[in-house]
């Protein structure tokens, strides 16, 4: 199973493996987890993580 992220657009090209994924959005985006005890750390990620992929292209294929 290939699961990941095609990139479009500028990004055009690119793929990110899923287990790949949030490392490489955080540090696109300039940021570090400083407190990973933070209560709402894990729905912010979740949440951070849709939105840098909102536009592009998830992959699931069987391979």
Request: charged content about 25%; some cysteine.
């Amino acid at each position: 199973m290939n699961k990941g992220f095609h990139g479009t657009g500028p990004d055009a090209g690119v793929f990110v493996a899923a287990e790949d994924s949030l490392p490489f959005a955080l540090e696109r985006c300039g940021l570090t987890i400083t407190n990973t005890d933070a209560q709402e750390l894990e729905a912010f990620l979740d949440m951070f993580e849709e939105w840098f992929y909102s536009s592009w292209v998830k992959e699931e294929t069987e391979e």
